[in-house]
Antibody
Framework: QITLKESGPTVVKPTQTLTLTCNFS??????????VGWIRQAPGKALEWLAV???????RYTPSLKTRLTITKDTSKDQVVLTMTNVDPVDSATYFC??????????????WGQGTLVTVSS | ESVLTQSPGTLSLSPGERATLSCRAS???????LGWYQQKPGQAPRLLIY???SRATGVPDRFSGSGSGTDFTLTISRLEPEDFAVYYC??????????FGPGTKVDLK
């Protein structure tokens, strides 16, 4: 059974760096085809994909935030970390991490964490 | 950049009725790369459909997906009380790699 859980600060000050951790179980990022992505959702808004990392350390970012995001993995800890620099109040959102597999089901996120709410405020 | 549009924004229906949700892409989408999610308040999205028409594990067969090219549809044949939620379509494509639509809210009439 695949599970994911996000953790991180609930409040961050503007211009600071936000670091979020996704701890997962039920799969390994040592296994070919496995990946973990980050998606966020501002209050009352739609989902926005941010980044994804794969077993082979291939990383992809959404273009609009690419300069501010870094995604890394620690396979020994079954952990993926997302950092976002220079945060702004518009970055206030619930941040989800989610599992994806290259093959089936293709091109979707099939398991999601519960999300962690981050507020950017001074 | 490929954009997804969902309609209607809100669908007001009664239990037992049929729900038809539309997702339109600004550029052609490979059907293998179109998915649908359900999200209830305070919860994470749940994958319903992948590959435009394949149900994810555990999804009831009252949910079905169809479509190709730029037009895709999620149909709920008979609404159950637990189906009132927001539904998002999502594509995998060029840039950005994953794009979600704005969502359709199915609420109680």
């Amino acid at each position: 059974q695949i599970t994911l859980k996000e953790s991180g600060p609930t409040v961050v000050k503007p211009t600071q760096t936000l670091t979020l951790t996704c701890n997962f179980s039920g799969f390994s990022l040592r296994t070919s085809g496995e990946g973990v992505g980050w998606i966020r959702q501002a209050p009352g808004k739609a989902l926005e994909w941010l980044a994804v990392i794969y077993w082979d350390d291939n990383k992809r970012y959404t273009p609009s935030l690419k300069t501010r995001l870094t995604i890394t993995k620690d396979t020994s800890k079954d952990q993926v970390v997302l950092t976002m620099t220079n945060v702004d109040p518009v970055d206030s959102a619930t941040y989800f991490c989610a599992h994806r597999r290259i093959l089936v089901p293709a091109a979707v996120f099939d398991f999601w964490g519960q999300g962690t709410l981050v507020t950017v405020s001074s | 950049e490929s954009v997804l549009t969902q309609s209607p924004g809100t669908l007001s229906l009664s239990p037992g009725e049929r729900a038809t949700l539309s997702c339109r892409a600004s550029e052609r989408v490979d059907s293998s790369y179109l998915g649908w999610y359900q999200q209830k308040p305070g919860q994470a999205p749940r994958l319903l459909i992948y590959g435009a028409s394949s149900r994810a594990t555990g999804v009831p067969d009252r949910f079905s997906g169809s479509g190709s090219g730029t037009d895709f549809t999620l149909t709920i044949s008979r609404l159950e009380p637990e189906d009132f939620a927001v539904y998002y379509c999502q594509q995998y494509g060029s840039s950005p790699l994953f794009t979600f639509g704005p969502g359709t809210k199915v609420d109680l009439k």
